[in-house]
């Protein structure tokens, strides 16, 4: 839709998303390092696709895909028991394709997804590095698909600000132990550019609360343009507010999630994404969900868009699954909703209703 949306569309599809968070844990000791990762592909139809020089319909797509329902990557993660309930921390994650063998589903660096040390212990958690956001976990908890790669909020989330806000270079956060069902959480990215330090500045805070079967979610963001993240090969400076309150609650083996979200660049757009959805456990090893995503842009109308998807996945083991998705989308005035974080973020501008599907096979390590 906006202009920078535009200018780094070919940049960002094939090179983002993500998000099935804390693959593999740390193994039982005072001093610990995990090699863990994901390797996700499907194959991929979609019945328009977007022009990247005009905006236009290309016609229709069929393809092999990275990472259709979470994104590939492999990463390293270690602790160390520093006595008195005190441990020492960190996480170096990469983003890589299947399609390709090259970096992938990141900010565009080597470790483009989290590159992090940090200690926790009975005061919460203190991170310095790279990392997400709290308001994008916030939004994680509230998607009902669980931000898959293929017809979800984080199609949305990506469409409107990049990376912006997902993999945040320069961080400190803090997050709190949970109280009476409450945490909080808070982050500060310096810019780091000498002399202004307003020039790439970020910050975010969330607050979840837990009682039972329900949660509740509210984050907040707001970023500036500028500053030494600015030179990340895909922009994840991008100057936008952002909102969000979200809820989910659980009935046994169904789960119910809604969710609202405001994405506002200043002099360009105001959008509102509104989502609600379900998943269910058909059995241990065969789960179902669905989403609904409406978004409109506050400041014009005619801009609009209303996406509804649906996935199974079938554990074939604690590791592996295949799966399959489906997705309609139906585009408004200049709206631009796409299908899949990979080779379809972004539809033909205004070019009424796409459909797609993806067939896949994840395995985790």
């Not at 991929?44 to 905006?55: A, E, H, I, V």
């Not at 895909?65 to 996480?91: H, I």
């Not at 394709?97 to 958690?125: D, I, M, P, Q, Y």
């Not at 837990?210 to 963001?221: E, M, P, Q, V």
């Amino acid at each position: 839709m906006q202009a920078t949306k535009k200018n780094h569309a070919a940049a960002v599809i094939g090179m983002i998303g993500a998000c099935t968070l804390g693959v593999a844990s740390g193994a039982h000791a005072q001093s610990s390092v995990t090699l863990y990762g994901i390797v996700d592909a499907s194959i991929m139809y979609t019945s328009k696709t977007q022009n990247p020089l005009t905006g236009g319909n290309a016609g229709h797509q069929f393809s092999l895909t990275d990472s259709g329902l979470t994104g590939s990557r492999f990463g390293l993660k270690g602790s160390e028991d520093l006595g008195g309930g005190l441990r020492a921390e960190f996480n170096l994650e990469s983003g890589i394709s299947v399609a390709n063998g090259g970096l992938n589903n990141s900010n565009g660096n080597l470790f483009g997804r989290e590159a992090w040390v940090g200690l926790s212990g009975g005061f919460g958690s203190v991170k310095a590095g790279l990392q997400y956001s709290p308001f994008f976990l916030s939004l994680y908890d509230s998607d009902p698909r669980g931000m898959s790669y293929f017809g979800s909020g984080l199609v949305n989330y990506v469409d409107n600000v990049l990376v912006t806000g997902l993999f945040n270079s320069n961080a400190i956060s803090y997050t709190s132990p949970e109280f009476a069902g409450l945490q909080g959480s808070a982050m500060l990215a310096l810019g780091g550019a000498a002399g202004d330090f307003q020039a790439g500045r970020q910050y975010s805070a969330g607050l979840r609360y837990r009682a039972g079967s329900l949660t509740l979610d509210a984050a907040l963001y707001s970023g500036n343009a500028g500053g030494s993240a600015a030179t990340t090969p895909i922009p994840s400076t991008v100057a936008f507010t952002g909102r969000t309150i979200g809820a989910s609650y659980r009935f046994d083996r169904l789960t119910l999630k809604a969710a609202f979200v405001l994405y506002k660049v200043a002099g360009s757009f105001d959008n509102r994404v509104y989502s609600g959805g379900l998943s269910y456990a058909v059995t241990p090893g065969l789960v179902v969900d669905a989403g609904v995503y409406v978004t409109r842009d506050g400041n014009n109308s005619n801009n609009h868009s209303v996406m509804a998807s649906s996935g199974l996945q079938y554990f074939l083991s604690k590791r592996t699954t295949v799966y399959g998705q489906v997705g309609v989308v139906n585009n408004h005035g200049a709206m631009d909703t796409g299908l899949s974080i990979n080779n379809a973020l972004y539809a033909a501008t205004g070019s009424g209703t796409t459909v797609g599907a993806n067939v896949g096979i994840r395995h985790m390590f």
